[in-house]
């Protein structure tokens, strides 16, 4: 009994000694690494903005050249300039975030601004497909009329005018379209007028179409013309209809109508008996 106390006081021996012996290692600090380079600020992220072009002609027909077109912009004190590449792509690198008026332009194309909010960040901005189209060109060179009596009633009239225009001769893939605003002042145009009427050409194969306006009983629009009394309207060459879109212009402030109007021509006729 006695031997096994010895030998398990000597076993608590041994482990208290090999416990008080244990010690935690603590390690001393070293000196601070380099500082590392400072990040870039949000105001200072930059991006691009990009984004494809397609060129319509005044004939309504898609024009395979979309290269060429320049697009610009202000970013600051600096101008920046791009050129599309032949698939109609550009791209406008380096912007900062903010507001940027991006305008467009090529020779024989009417030229569009549009505003666009960026917010630079790590990925470009797409602002899709933007269409440009041909400038008007057609010019009127004449027209003849004649107001006549309807042939439905016998108190309408009718205007007969056939329009001589320039360019080349109508089809269906080179179709022309006009305005025609009327009004009892001389000084009608297509912010002051009575009435307006939308025409367009058909496969005539000249340079020559005819509209037909019929106008009911005495009046145009409720004002009543009297016999002997001069009618002025002015027609325009104007966009095709499906194009007619807006782009708003911070420079003045003003709502733009987009594609832009091409050539006028004033006329007038006598109110018949």
């Not at 920046?80 to 406008?92: A, C, E, I, N, Y």
């Not at 602002?127 to 009633?153: V, Y």
């Not at 009618?231 to 594609?259: E, R």
Request: hydrophobic share 35%; charged share 15%.
């Amino acid at each position: 009994m006695s031997g096994n106390c010895s030998w398990i006081a000597c076993m608590i021996f041994v482990m208290t000694l090999a416990s008080s012996c244990t010690k935690s290692a603590e390690g001393i600090t070293g000196p601070a690494g380099p500082a590392g380079a400072a990040g870039r600020s949000v105001t200072d992220q930059r991006s691009a903005i990009t984004g494809y072009v397609v060129l319509a002609t005044q004939f309504t027909a898609t024009d395979s050249l979309t290269d060429s077109v320049e697009v610009s912009t202000v970013m600051g004190d600096s101008a920046l300039s791009v050129l599309t590449d032949k698939t109609g792509k550009f791209v406008l690198p380096g912007l900062k975030s903010g507001t940027y008026r991006i305008m467009f332009r090529k020779a024989g194309y009417d030229s569009i601004a549009i505003n666009i909010e960026h917010s630079a960040g790590n990925a470009d901005q797409f602002i899709n497909i933007l269409q440009i189209d041909g400038t008007l060109t057609t010019r009127i060179l004449s027209q003849d009329m004649q107001i006549l009596p309807s042939p439905f009633d016998l108190v309408s009239k009718y205007l007969n005018l056939n329009t001589l225009i320039s360019g080349p001769a109508i089809t269906n893939v080179t179709m022309r379209y006009m305005d025609i605003y009327f009004s009892s002042s001389p000084d009608v145009n297509a912010h002051n007028y009575l009435y307006t009427f939308n025409t367009y050409t058909h496969n005539e194969g000249t340079n020559t179409f005819n509209s037909q306006i019929f106008f009911a009983g005495t009046d145009i629009n409720s004002t009543r013309f009297q016999p002997g009394d001069t009618v002025y309207m002015k027609s325009y060459i104007v966009p095709p209809y499906s194009f007619d879109t807006s782009w708003f212009d911070t420079n003045t402030y003003q709502t733009v109508s987009y594609p832009y109007t091409g050539d006028s021509l004033s006329n007038y006729f006598i109110w018949p008996n």
